[in-house]
């Protein structure tokens, strides 16, 4: 006899349900879940502000480095084409 193993679900704004098994990326799926969410939502203009940060942090249990790294990673890896501020043209001129 095995014992029963109950997953607990968590309720995320958007009415999905996720259990907080980490994921093969590393953090948990209802800590993605809830990046993922906010990045969603704040697609426009993804550089949360102090109070958002802190809000995330508490929420996500993760560092600020953490959250910080995580924000960095997804603007360049899921956003460029959405947010890409211009580059400066620095030209080398040779005499």
Do not use: F
């Given at each position: 006899?095995?014992?029963?193993?109950?997953?607990?679900?968590?309720?995320?704004?958007?009415?999905?349900?996720t259990t907080d098994k980490k994921?093969?990326?590393?953090?948990?799926?209802?800590?993605?879940?809830?990046?993922?969410?906010?990045?969603?939502?704040?697609?426009?203009?993804?550089?949360?502000?102090?109070?958002?940060?802190?809000?995330?942090?508490?929420?996500?249990?993760?560092?600020?480095?953490?959250?910080?790294?995580?924000l960095c990673n997804i603007r360049?890896?899921?956003?460029?084409?959405?947010?890409?501020?211009?580059?400066?043209?620095?030209r080398i001129y040779r005499r």
């Amino acid at each position: 006899l095995q014992p029963e193993v109950k997953s607990e679900c968590v309720t995320l704004e958007h009415g999905s349900c996720t259990t907080d098994k980490k994921s093969p990326k590393g953090y948990s799926t209802r800590v993605n879940n809830i990046l993922d969410e906010w990045t969603a939502r704040n697609k426009a203009n993804p550089y949360p502000t102090p109070q958002d940060k802190l809000r995330l942090m508490r929420e996500t249990g993760l560092t600020k480095m953490q959250l910080k790294n995580w924000l960095c990673n997804i603007r360049r890896r899921k956003l460029p084409n959405t947010i890409r501020r211009p580059k400066k043209d620095v030209r080398i001129y040779r005499r």
